[in-house]
């Protein structure tokens, strides 16, 4: 997946689309709302170092099994097993770290028992005595061999990637093929508003509800209302160059991370943060606004 980036602040920044501020609607299914980052530029701020106390403690390694037998000892302090266990097993095989008080702990008997059923006197065992750590009798259930062992960490869970945008695709003129990408205007309407001074990009007129379209095909990197002055918002990244942004829509399509393809319908065009119904639209070159007529035939 794309790595949502931050440049939120910048971009609010340098836009300046209208100057009305009516509140924006909920939109739907995004996190993206709100939040302070941004997908246009760098961090504003980077990540220090953890400070040495602030590592994650890591367990020591154990020796290899097959060593003559005796505790390890670090600064004067014994270091155990961390081998992980199936609590359910009926039998222990002792690896170096194990003594009788850590092998009934990870197995949740008493320290008594497991002297008990091996016939101990003390606390001496060695490496690859096989000791029991359940009653005589005992029988392990049937799911024991898929059970997972205790003290094991567990499995990192993989973000699921977004479902495959399935919107319409609506023709809206002519296409044009400008610095490697095919561009196709992002609603129809007049241009109310062109390019130039503090207007970053082009205003488009319309009705509200009308299909508002990705210009190119690319990738969603932003989808929500967290952008002051453009309302409902979604920015597309089209390659490491181009990202194109559709502002003040009444509401939204698609989730970030979500692929889209050129014509594919993104949003529905409204009034969010504007004095009336229009799609503001950009392009932006390497983080910085261009002339959007220069890519698409209006």
Request: hydrophobic residues 35%.
């Amino acid at each position: 997946m794309l790595k949502k980036t931050a440049f939120y602040a910048a971009f609010a920044l340098t836009l300046g689309a209208c100057t009305s501020q009516q509140p924006a609607p909920v939109v739907v299914g995004n996190a993206g709302s709100g939040t302070s980052s941004n997908p246009y530029g760098a961090t504003p701020y980077g990540t220090n170092a953890p400070a040495a106390n602030d590592a994650p403690y890591t367990p020591p390694s154990a020796p290899a099994a097959n060593s003559s037998y005796m505790p390890p000892v670090s600064s004067g302090a014994y270091i155990p097993s961390y081998a992980p266990v199936d609590i359910n097993a009926a039998t222990h095989t002792v690896v170096r770290g194990d003594t009788v008080y850590n092998i009934s702990k990870r197995y949740h008997i008493s320290q008594d028992n497991l002297r008990e059923w091996n016939g101990l006197t003390d606390n001496n065992i060695s490496i690859g005595q096989n000791l029991r750590v359940k009653p005589a009798g005992y029988t392990a259930p049937a799911s024991t061999a898929a059970a997972k062992p205790s003290y094991s960490a567990p499995a990192p869970v993989a973000k699921p990637a977004p479902a495959p945008l399935n919107t319409p695709t609506v023709a809206t003129g002519a296409t044009r093929t400008v610095s490697g990408i095919t561009w196709q205007r992002p609603t129809n309407g007049n241009v109310l508003a062109n390019f130039g001074g503090s207007n970053k990009g082009v205003d488009i007129g319309g009705n509200a509800g009308q299909p508002v379209v990705a210009a190119a095909d690319g990738k969603v990197v932003y989808a929500g209302s967290g952008l002051r002055g453009y309302g409902n918002l979604v920015i597309i990244q089209h390659n490491s160059s181009f990202l194109s942004a559709y502002g003040h829509n009444q509401r939204l399509l698609v989730n970030e991370g979500q692929n889209v393809k050129r014509g594919q319908t993104i949003a529905q065009m409204g009034n969010t943060d504007a004095n009336r119904t229009q799609l503001h639209f950009e392009v932006r070159q390497n983080g910085k606004p261009v002339n959007p007529a220069t890519y698409i035939a209006f």
